[in-house]
């Protein structure tokens, strides 16, 4: 893992969580291929994407790449190199793009560049890791949960970021999302690291 390109690639995720990323995906590719929602400028990409190569599996990668209701401008999470002065938009894509190829993952990685919701509407592949980390209010979430749990096979893995129990460290819509997965009975609740909450599908 090349934890200086890691570092220079824009995001929110710190590195243990990411290395969890990593060896959660290793063992996970090995039963079909992984989903992450929020791809953003590439550096969960780069964790999860480095452990499907691994094992000569597919990483799909869906985000919009306009950027969430937080990170337009006058939002906390503005970040002005991002905004695109013709279009008077956010787009993330060409960071993202230049990530991929800068860490080999060209031949891994599927970039769905469209909101989650259409490029749930007619999949039909199972996976072995589904990693929530799109728009982060609770309806968004849900949606992303909804749409994409059901395709996750017996073992996979159902990841979700941002989950803060307590509403001063952070928005509650993951954290709620987690909690009502947890009620189903039907995923093993595994050990967090850090806010990135982390369940497996039972038999
Ligand atoms: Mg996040």
């Known amino acids: 893992m090349d934890q200086a390109l890691i570092d220079q690639v824009k995001g929110f995720l710190d590195p243990r969580e990411g290395r969890r990323l990593y ?5 996970a590719s090995r039963m ?3 989903l992450e929602i929020g791809g953003y ?4 990409t780069v964790w999860l994407g480095t452990a499907c190569r691994r094992n000569g599996m597919t990483l799909y ?3 919009h790449h306009r950027g969430s209701v937080e990170q337009q401008p006058g939002e906390p999470y503005f970040d002005p190199e991002l905004f695109e002065p013709g279009s008077f938009r956010i787009d ?3 960071w993202f793009r230049a990530t ?3 860490a080999g993952l060209e031949d891994t990685v599927v970039p769905v560049v469209c909101a989650s919701r259409l490029a749930a509407r007619h999949w039909k592949t199972p ?3 589904i990693f929530i980390d799109g728009s982060h209010d609770f309806e968004s979430v849900e949606e992303d949960f909804r749409l994409w749990s059901r395709h996750l096979v017996t073992g996979g893995y159902l990841l979700l970021h941002d989950v803060f129990k307590d509403p001063a460290k952070g928005g509650q819509g993951p954290y709620l999302v987690y909690r009502n997965a947890v009620s189903l009975g039907i995923y093993h609740v595994l050990p967090m690291t850090g806010c990135l909450g982390v369940l497996r599908r039972k038999a």
Do not use: M, N, Q, W
């Open 23 to 27: 060896e959660l995906a290793l063992e």
């Open 32 to 34: 079909g291929p992984c």
């Open 41 to 44: 400028c590439g550096k969960s």
């Open 61 to 63: 990668s869906v985000d």
């Open 92 to 94: 993330t894509f060409p």
């Open 100 to 102: 991929v190829e800068t």
């Open 127 to 129: 996976l072995a890791l």
